[in-house]
T-cell receptor
Framework: DVKVTQSSRYLVKRTGEKVFLECVQD?????MFWYRQDPGLGLRLIYF???????EKGDIPEGYSVSREKKERFSLILESASTNQTSMYLC??????????????FGPGTRLTVL | GEDVEQSLFLSVREGDSSVINCTYT??????LYWYKQEPGAGLQLLTY?????DMKQDQRLTVLLNKKDKHLSLRIADTQTGDSAIYFC?????????????FGAGTRLAVHP
């Protein structure tokens, strides 16, 4: 079974703190994604990475950065956390090679609260 | 633009059928998906349909696609309490390549006795 793990299920941080959210997948997938999930808005893509050290902005990258130094690990960084970044953060990974039928495999999510 | 819309809530009685509806705007979408999110968990793929199909059946799940109206539905037969979850519709627009999925806001399905 594909496993996508996220470093924390719940996180509470203060405004202005630097926050790292870590995601690890064990299936050698090339593509990895960070989404945020908010009630009534669904999932919105923050960043994705299609290879080590490669990244592309998603729909809402402002206030976030990412790092992919190893294939299995994709980190989301909030340089200076703000209260409007309180949300559920979901990581996903996806293999390449078989077109649109490839599913994305999701981690359990990290619920971040910024006070 | 790209947009996916779903109603936010659905309540059904155990044993009845549930129908969750979704509309999308991008007519170039190649694949459409249904994901399920159980409480406290990430999303898992339930089923998908290619845009040149009208219907797909997989055990208790039936997906109907009306490409003309850009309408997708998920029917769950004999709904059980274990089906209580949030269901997300998603489209893969052709212009986004294989990496882009556009998700709806999710429909929370509540199953009561």
């Amino acid at each position: 079974d594909v496993k996508v793990t996220q470093s924390s299920r719940y996180l509470v941080k203060r405004t202005g703190e630097k926050v790292f959210l870590e995601c690890v997948q064990d299936m050698d997938h090339e593509n990895m994604f960070w989404y945020r999930q908010d009630p009534g808005l669904g999932l919105r893509l923050i960043y994705f990475s299609y290879d080590v050290k490669m990244k592309e902005k998603g729909d809402i990258p402002e206030g976030y950065s990412v790092s992919r130094e190893k294939k299995e690990r994709f980190s989301l960084i909030l340089e200076s956390a703000s209260t409007n970044q309180t949300s559920m953060y979901l990581c996903a990974s996806r293999p390449v090679g078989t077109g649109g039928t490839d599913t994305q495999y999701f981690g359990p999510g990290t619920r971040l609260t910024v006070l | 633009g790209e947009d996916v819309e779903q109603s936010l809530f659905l309540s059904v009685r155990e044993g009845d059928s549930s129908v969750i509806n979704c509309t999308y705007t991008d007519s170039s979408s190649t694949y459409l998906y249904w994901y399920k999110q159980e409480p406290g968990a990430g999303l898992q793929l339930l089923t998908y349909i290619f845009s040149n199909m009208d219907m797909k059946q997989d055990q208790r799940l039936t997906v109907l696609l009306n490409k003309k109206d850009k309408h997708l539905s998920l029917r769950i037969a004999d709904t059980q309490t274990g089906d209580s979850a949030i269901y997300f519709c998603a489209e893969r627009p052709f212009s986004g390549g294989y990496n882009k999925l556009i998700f709806g806001a999710g429909t929370r399905l509540a199953v009561h006795p």
